[in-house]
């Protein structure tokens, strides 16, 4: 397991490496919906919304945005490809190529702002206990880390270390990060303190719901060594649902109750943690989301090139390292709503396709012949980018007219409704069958 061609992304996973089960997929799902930018996206809920209104919009996205990760991680275990080779049978072989660009570049996005997360949290640590912040080397600890666990791969990493003890660090860290903030007798003027309106609450849902949607263009590349499709389902659903009601409550709560902006959030969980001790344990378990970030980065564009893993991972790992060094931690939260424009009608499209046109068929064999099922118009499926463009222009259509709505399931509901009916319009979807045998 350890060569990098047995990560291929056009290669289904063979049964030898389909390994990991429900537990696997909770354990995995369950720390990476854990993090520092999901405390941080909490607490941009907060003063706009009250705390129970934040709370609701926190269940309702988290449970939606759970769901579709869950159905995104079938279609990995039912072809056994990664994500970008599986989205070939919808884009067109060539026109996947453009959702790798864009997962790339989101990937590029999320690695670098979870370094400088890192970063500055550490530094904040370190300030407190001896003085000084040292955030470069910070930032080259943290960048080094996450790619050495990026070139172990998927099935290394979670058997290996999430299993046996990333885990634990992290349940200790949230759980006594969730006592100090329980005990601290603030909890209660949080809850009664209204909202300043300057918040929708479908503009919060559609935040909570960005978190996971930035998770479907990676999930495949992990769900494809599943055992089988429900357990990748349950475990991952499940696991994710749980972390981000938890995390987004916490960053939503703990910065209400401290009566600071989003920005100072992070500083204010410190003081009120025991001098930071649940925050390090955080940060020491953080490095998983970077491990996704640039392993499934490296995925991507190995669907473009032809190149190792391995030796992708430490490129991106470099990159991702060298923009934290330059780049402070601003614009989050338009970089949440851009993933949220791009990728829910992009899977609104995509499990329209393989759930109710495929029937959750694919021929791997085939997704490199131009000549064959999907190669479609000179490699482009236009009936499916053409509802991605529709679900797209959706959301900002409604974020801009009607934020209190939410983009999120008019855009998905567009995209979705409408390749369904193109389909069953513009025949046949393939220019021949596809060989499923």
Known sequence: M?????????????ASQRILTTRDAFALWFSLGIGLLVLQAGAYLVPGLSLPQALLAIVVGSGIGAVLLGLASMVGADTGLATMAALRPT???RGAHVAAILNILQLIGWGAFEIIAMRDAAGTLSQNAFGVGLPILWTLVFGVAATALAV???????RRLLRKYGLWVLLAGAAWMTFALLSSGDLSAAFARPGDGSLAFGSAIDLV???????????????RFGKSPGAMFKGSAL???????????????????????ADNMLLSALATTGG?????????????????DIFSAATSLASLIKAHIRHLVIGFGVLCTAIALFVPMTQFLTFLYMIGSVFTP???VFLVDHFIIRKRQVAATEIHDIKGPYGFTFGLSLTAFAAWAAGIATYYAVLNLSPAWGATLPAFAVSAI???GLSKIIRPIDRRPPNLS
């Open 209 to 223: 719901i960005a978190m996971p949607l930035s998770w479907l263009p990676l999930i495949a590349d992990y769900a």
């Open 418 to 420: 409408g390749y369904w």
């Open 91 to 93: 884009l067109g072989i």
């Open 276 to 292: 930071g001790l649940a925050l390090l344990f955080i940060l020491i378990d953080e490095t998983d989301n970077i491990f996704a």
């Open 2 to 14: 350890s060569q990098p061609d047995s990560y291929d992304p056009f290669v289904p996973a063979q």
């Open 346 to 348: 992009l899977y609104g």
């Open 152 to 158: 172990m791969g998927p099935l290394g990493f979670v």
């Open 239 to 261: 696991g994710y649902a749980l972390a981000n009601i938890w995390f987004f409550s916490l960053g939503a709560a703990y910065a209400l109750s401290a009566g600071q902006s």
